[in-house]
Nanobody, 125 residues
Framework: DVQLQASGGGLVQAGGSLRLSCAAS????????IGWFRQAPGKEREGVSC????????YYTDSVKGRFTISSDNAKNTVYLQMNSLKPEDTAVYYC??????????????????WGQGTQVTVSS
């Protein structure tokens, strides 16, 4: 079975850092793209970042460029999202998901994407 396990969320002050992890199993990790989405209360789900493990392409939404870095450890089947200079507006539940595409210009998730359970990130001002 395909499984994604997200972890690493927590409570941090503005300006602080967190590293999220997404451990994947049940599919060929090296051939797939993994993305991070987030959803804050009362807001729509937003695509934050992705990495394409087949060609190492990455994407960041404008609001996190220069602050977040996505990386992948193929030996561990794990994708990381290093989040620095966190802001209160980064507060959300963060989910990792398998994507049908990820490039430097965007990302796409289908109805057949597999989602992790989500991890809460709270940034206090």
């Amino acid at each position: 079975d395909v499984q994604l396990q997200a972890s690493g969320g927590g409570l941090v002050q503005a300006g602080g850092s967190l590293r999220l992890s997404c451990a994947a199993s049940g599919f060929t990790f090296d051939d797939n793209a993994i993305g991070w989405f987030r959803q804050a209360p009362g807001k729509e789900r937003e695509g934050v970042s992705c990495i394409n493990n087949s060609d190492e392409s990455t994407y960041y939404t404008d609001s996190v460029k220069g602050r977040f870095t996505i990386s992948s450890d193929n030996a561990k089947n794990t994708v990381y999202l290093q989040m620095n200079s966190l802001k209160p507006e980064d507060t959300a539940v963060y989910y990792c998901v398998t994507l049908f595409y990820c490039s430097s210009t965007g990302l796409g998730v289908s109805d057949f994407g597999f989602w992790g359970q989500g991890t809460q990130v709270t940034v206090s001002s």
